[in-house]
């Protein structure tokens, strides 16, 4: 049969009242063991006081599966980032987080759980290189995560659900997916009153706001979102970096130093020690040009077929090539008056000499 059923933890609350209403369980209710953690409803005082951000799994576009990483502002629950990409790891969670920076301006703190994008070196660089705080959440104890994982919940029932197969099928690319994800966001989400706050979310960011709102400098974003790798500099004045050797001013042999770079750019490196710079390195060898990370979102386009037939091609060549080369099979055959070695006789069928032929002796010798 099918229909509703409480869930597992609807349950376990009702044999839990049960047990304290009849006696059978501790002081606590919970049959002696310790009374859980109680944790008050927690709110920014302001917004852009806090972000927080998460990444959840969604649809296949072309056969290739997409991750959302967002950002919600804690207080007015408006949506700061929000972009679909098709790997989650950093690159993805830059191209999200950079331009809402410098559409929503910079926030006090970032409140992120533990996943490898978000524990990456990278983003800990761009945000002290912003003044933000970075905060991760403590292993198994998501208490604070409600407001992102809320809004996930909503993202799946009135934006994922409507993504069948057939509209997936009318999905080109990514950049429609984010598209269509922006108009749900700005059309539905964000005008929509929202039942903890009794407003709509973006108009609470809004008018929770200081104007003119205080965004960084496109060189501000720009430092914040460069990468850097610390080198050793050789007795030869020289650093290596991803099978890439530079050469680096000779006052800096045997110091540790900071390479600033743009991941998709190994040519152009950036030397700094003690807060300085020192200018930039001179690449000898360039193994590699971009970051081992730095993963493009579109693959490399596959080549249009041609309309010829390569294999054939390659096996007419071979076949032609194997009749130009020597027969050896050929060569067991005898040629006419060379003796066969088993018989003796000529391999034209001629008696050799002083043997019998089937016309009768030669050369005087009797049968």
């Keep these: 049969m099918s229909g ?16 304290l209403q009849h006696g059978l369980a501790g002081d606590d209710g919970r049959d002696g063991a310790t009374a859980p953690a109680v944790f008050g409803r927690f709110e920014a005082d302001r917004c852009n006081e806090l972000w927080v951000g998460d990444a959840l799994h969604g649809p296949h576009i072309g056969g ?67 003044g933000i705080k970075l905060v991760h959440s403590t292993p198994g104890r998501p208490q604070g995560r409600g407001k992102i994982e809320r809004f996930f919940r909503s993202v799946r029932e009135q934006f994922l659900v409507e993504l069948t197969e057939d509209r997936l099928a009318q999905v080109a690319d990514l950049a429609e997916l984010n598209r269509l994800f922006t108009a749900w966001v700005e059309t539905v989400y964000h005008p929509t009153i929202h039942s903890e706050i009794g407003t709509a979310p973006l108009r609470r960011w809004r008018e929770g706001i200081p104007d003119p709102l205080p965004r960084p400098s496109p060189a501000q974003l720009r430092e914040a979102f460069l990468w850097s790798e610390y080198r050793t500099v050789t007795k030869t004045a020289t650093v290596s ?114 043997a019998v032929g089937e016309d009768g002796p030669r050369d005087g010798v009797s049968a």
Excluded at 4 to 19: D, G, I, K, Y
Excluded at 94 to 115: E, K, T
């Design 241 to 354: 970096l991803h099978a890439n050797l530079y050469q680096v001013d000779e006052l800096l042999v045997g110091r540790k130093v900071e390479l600033v770079f743009d991941p998709f750019d190994l040519t152009e490196i950036e030397v700094r020690y003690g807060g300085r710079s020192f200018g930039a390195a001179v690449a000898f060898t360039i193994g590699r040009h971009s970051h081992p990370k730095a993963r493009p979102e579109q693959p490399a386009t596959t080549a249009a077929p041609t309309g010829i037939d390569y294999l054939h091609l390659i096996d007419t060549a071979h076949t032609e090539a194997l009749q130009l080369r020597i027969n050896y099979a050929a060569l067991t055959d005898q040629l006419p008056g060379q003796l066969d070695l088993l018989t003796g006789a000529p391999a034209d069928g001629a008696p050799a000499d002083g």
């Design 4 to 19: 509703w059923a409480p869930s597992e933890r609807t349950l376990q609350r009702h044999f839990e009242r049960l047990a």
């Design 64 to 130: 290739r599966k997409t991750y959302l990483f967002a950002f919600l502002d804690d207080r007015s629950r408006a949506v700061m980032a929000g972009r679909f990409g098709f790997h989650e790891d950093t690159v993805r969670l830059a191209v999200a987080l950079r331009p809402a920076l410098a559409a929503r301006g910079v926030p006090g703190s970032i409140y992120v759980d533990n996943g490898s994008s978000f524990v990456d070196s990278w983003l800990l660089r761009a945000c002290a290189s912003l």
